[in-house]
């Protein structure tokens, strides 16, 4: 099994402890919370994923760390990933997760590359745009990309709208090629 499928497997799962638990908004705050943490410092998951550590050793750092600081429900999940051998999945299977409980509360994930700064005027613009056309509530985010030039890209889940000068230059310089020949 790929890793992508196995951190959907682990997310769905998980999602569904939650909804069926009643403590889905508690799992998503811990889960952001545990991403962000892993994004920023990666030597828990370097223990936890090396291969000569015992599994009950990592199970009891697991308990000593989360113990107090999550959830019944979220510390079971690490646990399972720990007995599973699949904790090396963690941060795939928590954005996915994330993503799940974002979905179902209707919020769409939009990030705009753009090689200059927006104003908040059109950062509304946009976000107003975009959930016009999904019908769901938008999470803008804007990413500064001066190779682009100008314009902007607008990627709504995997669905990519590019009006940037680097993609229009692109499709000139190609259809003039296929004038040559």
Known sequence: ??????ARKYARGLFAAGRSGGVTDALYDEAESLLAYLRQERTLLTFLTAPQIRDQDKEGVVRDTFASRVSPTFLSFLLLLVN???INHLDDILDQFIGLVKEHRGIVATKVLTAFPLSGT???????????RTGKQVELTVVEDTSLIGGVVVIVGNRVVDYSMKHFLRELKHDLLALKT
């Open 1 to 6: 099994m790929t890793g992508h499928l196995v």
């Open 84 to 86: 599973k051998h699949r």
């Open 122 to 132: 059109q950062r509304d613009r946009i976000a107003e745009q975009v959930a016009k």
